[in-house]
């Protein structure tokens, strides 16, 4: 069925709105230092933005060089050739033969912007095309061996630059038998409010600090759902392009116009300067979200250097609701999340009003050179289901170089790998040379031996593994055993139960057909490894399908981890691996799919019928005994690592499974281990966080946020609410000890949870949240408690049998009483574990909710 059509926003409409003065734009801001210069230029050049720039007769005296004559190119008519509204700065230019400086004296330290133009324009005697040069500020680099080999192209260049000196230099350097040019210069005070020192990292969830240390160059700036606004209807004579070029998904968007006029600021935050109200009096909406695919996402992409880190700021302005509270949506910056169930109203205190927010994103995640924007909605109970956009502004921010174009500083001297790096790469390469060449051998070798219908499966781990033979390593881990036919040897862990049988290789072409050739219908979730789809086997059996991004070292690592732990762990309460598909470069493995989902769809977020405290008892009794089992049942002490609602699993009889072993790492018992800082922000232990040592506690403090959101059923990061809510567990805990818990409990179920009961599992969440792991239980611990809570509710719900209930309160009381808190559960975990392939069972896992 096609998307119905809607009518977008007519041109004329939009040069109506456009159309006011510039002089209804609030010009408040007057730039202390202010060099315009058209180099080259022989008078004055006056712009239609009211901004003149000055001749180079009237800046010589800037000028720092040892050139008896400074060359120039004379006045061309170009304007058949470009149109550019800065056009006149572009007919004339100055020509460096050797090094040549600019000289500012600054009056008011702070951020600058330093704006370049470039056109290589003939010359009688120069090439200008040719010409390669390097261009430098007293500390950092602009451009490296810089050069326009096209005569037709216009290059403007953007910096914003922290000055603190009185003096600032712009020094144009050519390369040895060349020339440097440039057609006009902008040295330009900025707002001091114009970039604030912090802003929200994105990869790993927290506050980034130290923006004043670095240089910035603007790399886009986008007016979404809008024409492009040009430097004289910008309060800081700024250039905003349109946004459909960079609108990856152009069907499910829908332009929002309304008059400039109507776009209010607030008291703090954003102002005129940020952005002036024609980028916040259009916005891009989801169009008709209600007959779209619920997991579509509005998206934006643009390509950048992998290098480098980016400041991303976002503007909004809900210029589409008619009421308060009415809509919410998440942020996603490359599949991460940035803002969960983002409210402007709580933000901004009324419709219409302008909001921004930045972002840093590391060069860590930039993997693919490109910076993906998304918003979605947020698939709460409350609101519509829609998500809007109305401006993005992405800066690149200098390197450990101080440089914009490589990783040579200011002084010449080259801040890259150093030479004992290189040697230890050239003989970790020639390592790697060897390697391979063995490996080549071994493959030739399997080549000639190679098993009857390998090009069946055209996959390199089907037929270089050995027949018959068992090897102490395998394509995904150098520490597991492998099997023949792709398949992983059986593990026994310490109970002496071995897991379920081997993992199946599958064909590609089957899971093809089994997802419909990777259908984006059929996606039922979307993480940092990959997307998860689901399939149907030729049997009718359903899977849930995850297919990795191979273009990330992270995603490979990830693929390797779980592969690893899913072929060695089996257990009730932990999600099942079927198989795998590693061919044709592919990273794909297949689990058992889950009927009822996620927990969390099951709490809150979703229009399902609300769980009993009963059952939700019973859930995280199961993913406690799952967790239990990878911390001390299984051969190797193994930590979780990313523990939250979304990664709790429920089958159609709603029985828990763990699932999501990307992040999981080898912990040994009452052991920590230094590793960076992984997993889900509102569930991430704070000391982990601040001493970046893992631990089984880690886990458990996670868990106790997932007994915290159970019982609250709210997001455990909430942003819009008032700062001291926003982190659930902090402020659950807060309220516990104030004894007003009650006012946060899930009023679906809050009459229903006896007392008892209820004091118990908050006792046992309060525990796991212990600031220091050393004073959190374990998991057998607060699985004993969790037992005990359920026990406390069915004792205090069986009326009838008031004598049964004495005797389960006096055999817990009998318990507790000989200190047995860490109670045996091996006879539980025994029935737990499983040795035979039951994968019937329904799957429906939503990994790492990120980007949807």
């Known amino acids: 069925m096609g998307i119905e059509k809607h009518p977008f926003v007519s041109s004329l409409s939009l040069l109506f709105i456009f159309a006011y003065s510039a002089c209804a734009i609030d010009s408040s801001f ?34 720092d060089t040892t050139e008896d004559i400074q060359a120039s190119v004379n006045y061309i008519n170009i304007t058949n050739k470009v149109s550019s509204s800065s056009l006149p700065l572009y007919h004339t230019a100055r020509l460096f033969t050797e090094e040549s400086t600019y000289i500012f004296y600054i009056s008011k330290t702070g951020r600058l912007w330093i704006r370049l133009y470039f056109l290589p324009l003939p010359h009688p005697s120069y090439n200008l095309t040719s010409a390669v040069f390097s261009v430098h500020t007293d500390h950092f680099v602009l451009l490296h061996e810089f ?120 008291q703090t935050g954003a102002t005129p300067l940020i952005a002036p109200n024609f980028v916040y009096a259009t916005a891009a909406e989801m169009k008709d979200p209600k007959i779209m695919q619920s997991n579509f996402n509005l998206s934006w992409m643009m390509k950048v250097e992998k290098s480098y880190s980016y400041l991303i700021r976002l503007h909004f302005c809900d210029i589409v609701s008619k009421a308060l509270n009415e809509l919410y949506f998440n942020v996603y910056i490359n599949g991460m999340v940035g803002v969960s169930s983002l409210d402007l109203s709580s933000q901004t205190k009324a419709l219409s009003t302008a909001y921004y927010q930045d972002f840093v994103l590391s060069e860590s995640a930039i993997a693919n050179g490109s910076i993906l924007v998304q918003v979605g909605p947020a698939n709460l109970q409350q609101g519509t289901a ?40 050239a003989v970790c390469g020639l390592g790697l040379a060897v390697m391979g060449m063995l490996l080549l051998a071994v493959t030739i070798i399997r080549w000639h031996k190679r098993p009857q219908g390998w090009e069946k499966r055209k996959t390199i781990s089907s037929w270089i593994i050995p027949i018959n033979s068992t090897c102490k390593t395998s394509l995904f881990s150098m520490k597991s055993s492998c099997r023949s036919s792709s398949t992983f040897s059986s593990h026994k862990s310490r109970n002496g139960h071995s897991p379920r049988g081997p993992a199946r290789f599958f064909p590609f072409g089957e899971l093809q057909q089994a997802t419909h050739n990777f259908d984006e219908r059929g996606v039922i979730g979307v993480g940092g490894f990959g997307k998860v789809y689901l399939g149907t086997l030729e049997d009718g059996k359903k899977v849930a399908i995850k297919r990795g991004n191979g273009s990330t070292e992270q995603g490979i690592n990830e693929f390797r981890t779980e592969l690893n732990m899913l072929s060695q762990l089996r257990h009730r309460h932990l999600v099942s691996l079927i198989g795998f598909c ?143 809510q926003v982190n659930l567990a902090d402020w659950a805990i807060q309220q516990h000890r104030r004894g007003m818990l009650h006012k946060l409990i899930d009023p679906r179920i809050v009459d229903t949870i006896s007392a008892e009961s209820l004091k118990k599992y908050v006792e046992a969440a309060d525990k796991c949240l212990a600031d220091h792991g050393v004073d959190r239980p374990n998991m057998g611990d607060v699985l004993w408690h969790l037992e005990y809570a359920l026990q406390l509710h069915e004792a205090a719900s069986q009326i009838n049998e008031p004598e049964d209930q004495s005797v389960n309160l006096i055999a817990f009381q009998h318990t507790k009483e000989n200190d047995s808190i860490e109670a045996d559960h091996s006879g539980a975990q025994a029935s737990d574990v499983s040795d035979t392939t039951d994968v019937d069972s329904a799957f429906s896992q939503v990994v790492n909710m990120h980007g949807r």
Request: charged residues 20%; aromatic residues 10%; contains cysteine.
């Open 582 to 724: 590693d061919e044709n470069s592919e990273m794909i493995i297949v689990y058992e799919y889950m009927a009822n989902g996620p927990f969390r769809s099951h709490i809150y977020g979703s229009n399902l019928p609300p769980l009993s405290w009963k059952q939700r008892l019973e859930i995280c009794i199961g993913a406690a005994r799952g967790l239990h089992y990878l911390h001390t049942g299984a051969a190797q002490s193994i930590t979780h690592r990313d523990v939250k609602t979304t990664n709790i699993l429920l089958d159609e009889n709603y029985v828990a499974k763990v699932s999501d072993f990307g992040l999981s790492k080898v912990v040994p018992e009452k052991a920590q281990v230094s590793t960076a800082v992984k997993g889900s922000f509102g569930y991430l232990d704070p000391e982990y966080f601040r001493s970046q040592q893992l631990t089984q506690k880690s886990d458990v403090y996670s868990f106790g946020v997932v007994l915290i959101e159970v019982l609250c059923a709210r997001p455990v990061i909430f942003p819009t609410l008032p700062r001291e």
């Open 386 to 425: 829609n998500a809007i956009l109305n401006g993005i502004e992405v800066m690149k921010m200098s390197n450990c170089a101080g440089s914009f174009d490589g990783l040579v500083s200011v002084d010449g001297k080259y801040k890259g790998p150093t030479n004992k790096a290189i040697k230890i790469a």
């Open 30 to 63: 007057s730039p202390t230092v202010n060099y315009l210069i058209d180099c080259g230029s022989i008078n004055k050049t006056k712009l239609k933005d009211g901004r003149t720039f000055k001749s180079d007769r009237e800046t010589t005296s800037l000028l």
């Open 147 to 266: 050069s326009v080999t096209k005569n037709d192209t216009l290059v403007f260049k953007e910096y914003l630059v922290n000055v603190s000196d009185s003096r600032f230099s712009l020094k144009f350097k050519p390369m040895k038998n060349s020339l440097a040019f440039i057609n006009a210069i902008e040295v330009v005070s900025a707002p001091d409010t114009l970039i604030s020192d912090s802003a929200t990292a994105v990869a790993r969830l927290g506050e980034f600090k130290g923006l004043f240390q670095s240089a910035l160059q603007v790399s886009y700036r986008v007016n979404i759902g809008g024409p492009a606004i040009t430097p004289d209807s910008d309060t800081l004579s700024r250039t905003w392009v349109s946004g459909a070029s960079y609108n990856t998904f152009p069907q499910g968007s829908e332009n929002v116009v309304v008059s400039n006029k109507s776009i209010k600021y607030p």
